[in-house]
């Protein structure tokens, strides 16, 4: 529902898809609470033939692989970039972060008539309201308050959707990508020349930055790794018994026919109780009031599996030799 | 065909050498998707025939005849007589239209007198009829159907369901390969597919799995009921009958383990044939049908059907 794409499924299908999630049993055999394991791809893990990269203008960058079955598979690319900007008045401590989602697959997708703004702006306007302001500490981008701090702008494009769960996916790609980000270390260059002249490092005519091109002295931006994690519960509706049934990483026909989503995104940090920093409902059905508490409590509960459930590609290179052209770089 | 042999264009499949100025008898024939080059090696000075192919594929062999199977994953064309799964994408006046292959291809039509009517199989269709064409088959139900004609003035294909075996499709799932990984085989309706399930391969590369028929109570009920019931009525009380009856758990796992043995052969773009299907299955009786799909898996459980 979120990608614009949208399966036609008989009433019959529907039917044995929701009788399937009653019993535990969705259409590939998972349980309600089962998520499937997808692939991660990042600039420090692979290289090309020729050793480079595979983002070379990017700060740091991941794709991300989540193949469901032999044609179906959400495909998504993440790119930070990092540049020097000068802050904003009223936050004159804090860097920027600024998450662009391109979803080129919906704006031209043949499938759904309707190809409205509303439409392609639909997981830009998602990801961007439940993660910008919670993925890094944005203090920490600043170089001299007032006049220097990093503007990060993370790129996500979605090659493909078709194993549903894009904003899942998006928030595992976006994650992975600036854990791999290098922030270059960045010195004013004034205090480096003039030594014995008064030191005015904020003045107009010593307002230079000097990059060290020392690789070893980049960091990466802190708090990635307390970072919120989104969780999409979807929540479907079964009319036999009245019953409502909630499920995890939905794949694109469960998301055809479900009630609604709820997209969560969760902080949840060593040590402290997990807080649920936004919030968001897609879909047309109506959300109980009541069912809030469980789609919650499942979400905080996936937290730790979805962090925990990914292989990165070329780790086992002895036995996915075959699938590795698949997966990986094509 | 024992193993599978990719080729492209230009690639030599087999040779064979024949001495210069005779026409020595070919010990291969060549199929389509193949050509026949004529190479003089100089250094022995014989002429050799070499059998190169002319598209991307897979390599056939039957006999001594040699084809290349091309590898178009998308491309379905149809046969008379073809068994194909589709799914109803609008209702017409006179027709329904059927898509086959997605929704990147040209749609096929099931007329109004392709399909069986309830009262009578030759009964003339009326106005009522076409008015009453909603409440069979809607748009997303998925049918199957045979392929009766193909339009020779654009190569559009029409369907009929005229027979027991076909119709409207329900409360099952369905998957799709590629069509060029579908064989081509005289039965297509599986049984008892397993001893677990039903499964109706289509030849356009979508596949219907559902639950075994047998299992139903009215199944054996009917045996015993008076003769003058007409097989079709028989037949359509089976079906609502598993319409509406939902299914265990085991025959839910069941029915989740062959669409995954399914999946696991088009991930490696392996041949979708019911042996293959049924040694990944037997394969994998000590996986969970959700952990089949894992890349390691997947290799692992498909490695038959590459010796």
Partial sequence: MASGLALQLSESEKLYLIDGCADNCRLDGREREDIRQYTIVTSSETTSADGHPPLMLSNGSARLILSSSGSTSTHILCSVKVEVMTPSQSQPNQGNLIVHVEDSLAANSSLSRKKNEEDRNRVQSIISELLATNLIDLESLCIIPYHYAFNVSVDVEILSGTAGSIIDACCHAIRAALQNTLLPKVVPSSIVNDAGTSMDPVGSSSSDLMLESDLSLAQTPSGIDNAAVVVTVTVCHRALTNSYLLLLDASLEEEACCFCQVHVAVDAREGTEPTICALRKTGNGSLPWELLPEITALAVKAVPMAKSSFRVAGSSRNNASLLQTQLDIQ | ?307
Wanted: hydrophobic letters at 35%; one cysteine or more; a neutral charge.
């Fill in chain 2, 1 to 307: 065909m024992t193993s599978l042999h990719l080729v492209v264009p230009g690639q030599v499949i087999a040779s064979s050498s024949s001495s210069v100025g005779t026409d020595g008898e070919d010990s291969f024939l060549k199929g389509h998707g193949t050509y026949l080059e004529r190479v003089t090696n100089t250094s022995t000075n014989e002429a050799e025939q070499r059998l190169v192919a002319s598209v991307v594929g897979i390599v056939h062999r039957v006999n001594k005849l040699i084809t290349v199977i091309p590898a178009s994953s998308g491309v379905y064309d149809g046969q008379v007589g073809d068994l194909v799964v589709g799914q109803v994408t609008a209702v017409g006046p006179t027709r329904w239209k059927v898509a086959l292959c997605g929704s990147g291809q040209r749609e096929a039509q099931l007329p109004l007198t392709g399909m069986v009517l309830p009262g009578g199989v030759q009964r003339v269709r009326t106005a009522q009829d076409q008015r009453d064409m909603r409440q069979h088959l809607q748009e997303g139900d998925w049918i199957s159907a045979e392929v009766h004609k193909i339009n020779p003035n654009d190569g559009s294909l029409l369907l009929h369901t005229r027979s027991m075996r076909y119709g409207k499709l329900s409360y099952g799932t369905h998957t799709c390969v590629p069509p060029a990984l579908m064989p081509r085989r005289k039965n297509h309706y599986y049984t008892d597919f397993l001893d677990q399930v039903d499964v109706v391969w289509g030849v356009n590369g979508q596949i219907w799995i559902q639950r075994k028929l047998s299992a139903l109570q009215g199944y054996h009920n009917n045996v015993a009921q008076a003769e003058n019931d007409r097989d079709e009525d028989r037949h359509e009380r089976l079906r609502q009958e598993h319409a509406s009856t939902p299914l265990l758990q085991d025959d839910r796992m069941a029915v989740a383990r062959v669409r995954n043995a399914i999946e696991c052969l088009a991930m490696v773009h392996a041949m979708v044939t019911p042996e293959h299907v049924e040694t990944v299955y037997r394969q994998s009786s000590h996986l969970r049908p959700a952990d089949m799909l894992l890349p390691d898996n997947v290799i692992a459980l498909t490695a038959c059907t590459r010796q």
